[in-house]
């Protein structure tokens, strides 16, 4: 029993560190930096990423052609499809209040850039579908084609999923710790489903390009 106190006093620490770090982050906000965390925020509705998707599976097929570069596609989709599922089982398992629906973070203060939503937000979808197509999309791409480097790309396709995550504790979705947390289990995911499709252009015997 005395372990599941320590354990129970120890999670209610940290959430309340959590809620004190998102509000010291969410308070950063001014008309110009509101703006551009809502662009990031909006990754469903903002057709710009919509072009960014294309864009990189363009070149996935361009650089490895249609077999592998359809079968990391296909990778990709499957691993971001099943984040979305399991992000919401854990929601609904968890039940961690959004910021948004936390009245005490809302009486200190909490700025809100988007309606309300779903009531729970751990752990954030954003952070963890981004991070995870990013991952098993590079990691991919650097198995299958050695001609190139991907470094610039990959660091760059980082940043913008660092930055959706983050865009969400700006926005009022979420607790830093929700942000954190989606970014590794994308991290996860994507190294997992990289090893897929590595697992299965082996199957397949499609040969790397060399």
């Known amino acids: 029993m005395e372990g599941v106190a320590e354990i129970t006093e120890t999670l209610r620490r940290l959430h309340h560190l959590d809620k004190d770090v998102t509000l010291a982050i969410n308070g ?11 662009f990031f925020s909006d ?13 990189v599976a363009a070149l996935v097929i361009v650089r490895l052609g249609w077999k592998k570069g359809l079968l990391l596609i296909a990778c990709c989709v499957v691993c971001v499809v099943g984040i979305d599922q399991i992000d919401n089982l854990v929601k609904a398992g968890v039940q961690r209040l959004r910021p948004v629906h ?3 973070m809302m009486s200190r203060g909490l700025h809100v850039l988007e309606v309300p ?9 954003h952070a963890a579908t981004s991070a995870s197509f ?10 299958s084609d050695k001609r190139h480097s991907y ?5 760059l396709l980082a940043l913008w999923a660092i930055l959706v995550g983050v865009s969400r504790v700006f926005v009022g979705k979420h607790f830093l710790g929700d942000v ?27 040969t790397r390009q060399l």
């Open 102 to 104: 936390d009245a005490d």
């Open 180 to 206: 954190l947390v989606g970014l590794a289990v994308g991290v996860a995911f994507g190294f997992l489903f990289a090893w897929i499709y590595r697992l299965l252009c082996n199957k397949l015997r499609l």
């Open 28 to 38: 950063w906000n001014s008309p110009v930096s509101d703006t551009i965390w809502q």
């Open 117 to 125: 939503g779903k009531l729970y937000g751990f752990f954030s979808a």
């Open 134 to 143: 990013v991952t098993c999309t590079m990691l991919g791409l650097s198995y």
């Open 43 to 55: 990754t469903n509705d903002t057709h710009i990423w919509f072009v960014l998707y294309l864009a």
């Open 151 to 155: 470094t610039i790309l990959g660091v």
